[in-house]
């Protein structure tokens, strides 16, 4: 069995991933390391944004299911705190250099594409319509960002360096993208949801596929954060998304309901 | 209710409604003769996102269908499609989104891929990876891609400078013969 509460859940999930990531993406305009990555970061960002707005829009109308008033696809991305967020910690965590932009990025894509591609299958017809229309976007992202993984890791002393250093201090957040917890796993069971712990062998083999191209060492496994049930999914977040949200956040809480 | 060849070929159903022939023709042209903002060289119907028209309890009915989710052309366009309905007919339009199935860059019609071309823009399919086994490698790094013909000389000695260009569905490339830059809308 699974209720509406536990689709809004996931939606939100689906949702706030795009959202947080196309934020974070959107502090590099105008100053990305070269124009063309300005750019190229904005439009990935735009995409994910997009799909966010998909996602969210169709979470407000599964609460207002429940007799309560749906909220919109705004109402969500701007009033809500970070304890109410539903993203995975590993998109919400700072820029930092490029190279930790784009480890961020290579290691969600990888998974975004499996993951959209499996909803693509889902019993939901909406949430299908949406994953189809998302993956052929995700295919691309990851193009680009596999491409800069090998360029960096293969590349210089330095740029080899920055870009180890970036994957060995993310790696503790890609576990969670394949904990599957009992909101997933009714909407799993009910043919809705993607079940995320099919996903890692494949999503290790093609992680393992570019870090041997890039000459880059796949890190030990160690502590995985969020993987009990507390983390990102549960609304359990490190201390950068309320950060983020704060500035994300401040117009429209500012001046509510504002239209120009 | 009785089914409508539309002018993009797919058959949709009015309703009940009494529809002439005439009407909903001049409908689709008022549609027909809404540009994509981003790329003004092109209809939304030669786009092929312009999935059917119908009239639905006294009021027109547009399914469209966005090309990219965060295509910021895509509000522009709806208001666009309302007021060309309302200047040419004078009733009232209502522009529904229709994700299923998703657009592609096939539905693009041969018009509109000759407008493209002649607009400087290399339209999606221009590569040579079926008939001629040529690639190109980008100019600045990553794997080598199917070459995409010049839409100034239709050289396949281009090169790809930037995955992504001046907007969500293009590319940014270079002539190595002409010299010229040029924009390739992206396969998708």
């Known amino acids: ?260 | 209710m009785r089914h409508v060849e539309t002018l993009s070929g797919a058959a949709s159903v009015t309703d009940r409604m009494h529809v002439s022939e005439q009407e909903l023709a001049a409908v689709w042209r008022a549609i027909a003769s809404v540009v994509d903002p981003e790329i003004p060289v092109v209809s939304v119907v030669e786009l092929g996102i312009v999935r059917s028209v119908e009239r639905v309890a006294g009021a027109w009915e547009v399914t469209v269908t966005p090309t990219y989710s965060g295509c910021p052309a895509t509000r522009v366009i709806e208001d666009d499609i309302r007021t060309a309905i309302a200047a040419a007919v004078g009733e009232r339009a209502q522009v529904m989104t229709a994700l299923a199935p998703a657009w592609t860059t096939d539905w693009i019609a041969p018009e509109g891929l000759a407008k493209l071309r002649a607009a400087g823009i290399a339209p999606p399919g221009a590569t040579a990876s079926h008939d001629v086994p040529v690639t190109t490698r980008a100019v600045t790094f990553g794997r080598p891609r199917p070459a995409v013909a010049c839409p100034n000389c239709g050289s396949l000695r281009t090169a790809e400078l930037a995955r992504f260009g001046s907007t969500a569905c293009k590319a940014q490339y270079r002539c190595a013969d002409c010299l010229e830059p040029f924009d390739y809308f992206k396969p998708h």
């Not at chain 1, 991933?17 to 590099?28: C, I, P, S, T």
């Not at chain 1, 169709?58 to 701007?78: F, H, V």
């Not at chain 1, 889902?122 to 994953?131: F, L, T, V």
């Not at chain 1, 999503?203 to 870090?211: D, E, I, K, P």
Request: aromatic share 8%; with cysteine; proline share 3%.
């Open chain 1, 1 to 260: 069995m699974c209720g509406n509460g536990q689709l809004f859940d996931y939606l939100l999930r689906l949702g706030d991933n795009g959202l947080v990531l196309a934020q974070r993406l959107g502090e590099w305009v105008g100053k990305g390391p070269v124009l063309e990555e300005d750019i190229a970061s904005t439009n990935v960002g735009l995409d994910l944004l997009g799909q966010a707005r998909l996602w969210l829009a169709y979470a407000g109308e599964i609460e207002a299911r429940d007799g309560k008033p749906g909220r919109s696809e705004d109402q969500l991305a701007y009033q809500r705190d970070s304890a109410s967020y539903r993203n995975l910690l590993l998109v919400e965590q700072p820029n930092g250099n490029y190279a930790d932009t784009i480890a961020r990025q290579f290691l969600f894509d990888q998974w975004h594409v499996l993951l959209l591609g499996q909803l693509t299958l889902s019993q939901d017809e909406r949430i299908a319509g949406i994953a189809a229309k998302a993956v052929k976007e995700a295919r691309y992202h990851v193009e680009r960002s596999t491409d800069w993984v090998v360029r960096l890791g293969d590349g210089t002393e330095l740029s080899h360096a920055r870009m180890q250093a970036a994957i060995d201090a993310l790696w503790m957040y890609t576990g969670e993208m394949f904990a599957v917890d009992a909101t997933e796993r009714a909407l799993v069971d009910a043919g809705i949801a993607a079940d995320a712990a099919a996903l890692e062998p494949h999503w290790r083999s093609a992680v393992q596929g570019t870090f041997d191209e890039a000459t880059l060492a796949v890190p030990t496994d160690s502590w995985m954060q969020g993987t009990r049930e507390r983390g990102g999914k549960q609304g359990v977040h490190t201390e950068h998304l309320s950060h983020m949200l704060a500035v994300m956040q401040s117009l429209p809480r500012a001046h509510p309901n504002a239209q120009w």
